[in-house]
């Protein structure tokens, strides 16, 4: 099987337990009580629809009085007006029945759908907000899970269920109270057998909510291998592990399959207990009613209407039995969501944040830092690592891998907070800033190309949406986007497909820097980006990034000396310290670890 990481930190951000037998387990429905908020914003249409459900609930309790009245007068020909009145009027009845029922079902189910796109959306913006120390432990494929099947789970019970609960449970009350109305003494005889239903209600409710849970868990674990294997077919087919990653994700979904089959065992186990104990009690009490009859000391058209408010709430408690196990599906899907939502951000507003200067400087300077990651926690990612960067100088960040460049760039980003020292953004302190508003100031070009799947225009507008047609395309021009765009059937309104699959590396990079051109930020952290590209790839890009350089205040991580060897400065790590800071041509005179670098990557001719 294809085990989740699990983690022992407290219900934080990055901090959920994916374990489902560390988890604490649910012992009721309480986690369906955090979703009642989100159905009284909607209190116009939850009156309708227990109006409507009151209309059907009446509409059906009155047939059985009829019947009596039809039963005891007899259908003898001087009381034919009067069984053609009866019937006309249970016509009218049925017809109400019919509108109340269709109304009814409308507004649970329009209820239920919404309450579920506000939900999604919800867990949605909830995941937006969390940093990517979250998903380090969290992996996208059981967030999907959650934010697709979960809310799916839920859905199913806000809306259909939900309709059929509160019917039966309405015709269940009516149906005791008539039942009570019509004979005591058959009613208290019913009333007896109460125990023998709760009583499996209790005992296998706990059972049904556990399994659903864990029918849950493991649906998740077999979304989350799909989607991680399928985003890599490429990978998986030239290593020929096609058999072997089958093979497990078969084994992932049998396990989803035995989970789901033990929920549905339990589940029939307590349909069937609650139906034969409520019918077979229905049946008992009726014979001993008939009993009555034959004796004189009841009318058969009592007997009648006592039968069948009696089978109303013997049906109504075997509809509730079915629901109680959706109920219990519900619940465990809801306390997953609940710890979605429940999850704090570790990187936050400052209640009080202070103004980044206007207008920006473009000012990063790192004083005293030292970072660890929160899963390795005893590996320490940067150690008292000072430099400064002044206003539009281009400032190199290069070392062997593991040395702590990508750290540098996800603190200045606050994607990370230090665990001592400072790290300022013109003057101030990113901690004590807006992460929006120190965001805003900055424009990212990774190595590792996002694209998103839509048109090359909606990918560039990504970088400023408000931007207009003219500053898209100016910003391609300025990236050579237009050297290949222009040549699509529909030019930039030309879909690129998921990841952007249609389009070569270089082609990728150069729409991820006229997002950057667009976004117009007085900093720029750009990754390498040619590290990967052809020749010819290669000197399309490095034009466009100087364009996108120039006049900003710039940091590069350098895999490739020789493409930050004109920066300003460069600044040498190595096991998150800084070992060396100065000029190309001063790094060479001074040796050490850059000197070493270089040699093994420029001719002779090259080195100075």
């Not at 310290?577 to 190309?584: D, L, Y």
Request: aromatic content about 6%.
């Amino acid at each position: 099987m294809y085990a989740r990481p699990a983690t022992n930190q407290p219900a934080s951000d990055g901090a959920i337990e994916t374990d489902p037998k560390r988890r604490p387990k649910s012992a009721n429905l309480r986690p369906l009580k955090r979703l009642l908020p989100l159905v009284l914003q909607y209190r116009g249409r939850v009156v309708l629809a227990l109006i409507s459900l009151l209309l059907a609930a009446f509409a059906t309790l009155v047939v059985p009085l009829a019947v009596r009245r039809v039963i005891d007068n007899g259908f003898s020909d001087a009381n034919a007006g009067f069984v053609d009145q009866y019937f006309a009027m249970m016509l009218v009845v049925v017809a109400m029945l019919a509108l109340a029922s269709a109304a009814r079902f409308y507004f649970v189910t329009w209820i239920g759908e919404r309450v579920v796109a506000d939900l999604r959306d919800a867990v949605f913006g909830k995941l937006m907000a969390l940093s990517p120390a979250f998903f380090e432990t969290m992996r996208s494929g059981e967030v999907m899970s959650r934010l697709t099947a979960d809310t799916t789970q839920i859905k199913s019970v806000f809306g259909a269920s939900a309709s059929v609960a509160l019917r039966n449970l309405v015709m269940l009350i009516g149906s005791v109270a008539m039942m009570v109305v019509t004979s005591p003494k058959l009613s208290g005889l019913t009333l007896l057998a109460l125990p023998l239903i709760v009583l499996p209600l209790v005992l296998f409710g706990r059972k049904v909510r556990a399994l659903s849970r864990r029918a849950q868990d493991t649906l998740a674990d077999s979304a989350a291998l799909a989607q991680e294997t399928l985003s890599a077919v490429p990978t998986v087919q030239a290593f020929g592990q096609q058999s072997r990653v089958w093979h497990r994700f078969s084994e992932a979904t049998h396990e989803a399959f035995d989970a789901a089959r033990m929920r549905t065992k339990a589940r029939a186990l307590l349909t069937a207990a609650i139906i034969f104990i409520a019918f077979g009690s229905v049946v008992a009490v009726l014979w001993y009613g008939a009993q009555d009859v034959l004796a004189g000391r009841m009318t058969g058209g009592t007997l009648g209407q006592f039968l069948l408010y009696a089978a109303f709430a013997a049906g109504a408690m075997g509809s509730l039995s079915e629901v109680w196990g959706e109920l219990q599906l519900a619940a465990g899907a809801a306390e997953r969501l609940s710890e979605l939502l429940d999850t704090e951000p570790q990187i936050t507003s400052p209640v009080a944040a202070i103004d980044l200067p206007q207008p920006p400087t473009g000012t990063v300077d790192f004083a005293g830092v030292e970072f660890r990651y929160p899963l390795r926690p005893d590996q320490p990612a940067l150690h008292d690592v000072n430099f400064s960067i002044t206003p539009g100088q281009t400032v190199a960040i290069v070392g062997p891998s593991g040395a702590g460049k990508t750290s540098i760039f996800n603190l200045i980003l606050r994607f990370y907070d230090v665990d001592h020292g400072e790290v300022r953004v013109d003057g101030v302190d990113v901690r004590k800033a807006d992460p929006l508003a120190l965001r805003d100031r900055i424009a990212v070009v990774p190595q590792d190309t996002v694209v998103f799947s839509g048109t090359i225009a909606d990918n560039i507008l990504f970088g400023r949406p408000a931007a207009t047609r003219d500053e898209v395309l100016a910003a391609a021009g300025a990236a050579r986007v237009d050297e290949f765009a222009e040549r699509l059937p529909a030019g930039y309104d030309s879909l690129i497909g998921e990841r952007g699959v249609t389009l070569s590396g270089g082609q990728r990079q150069r729409l991820a820097i006229a997002r950057a051109i667009l976004a117009d930020a007085p900093i720029l952290l750009l990754d390498e980006a040619t590290s990967a590209l052809d020749a010819e790839s290669e000197t399309l890009v490095q034009e466009a990034l100087q364009q996108l350089i120039s006049n900003r205040t710039t940091l590069v991580i350098a895999h490739r000396l020789a493409t930050v060897r004109n920066a300003d400065r460069i600044v040498v790590l190595d096991g998150g310290r800084v070992v060396a800071e100065g000029s190309h041509a001063a790094l060479m005179k001074k040796g050490g670890l850059y000197a070493r670098l270089a040699k093994l990557q420029f001719t002779d001719g090259e080195l100075m």
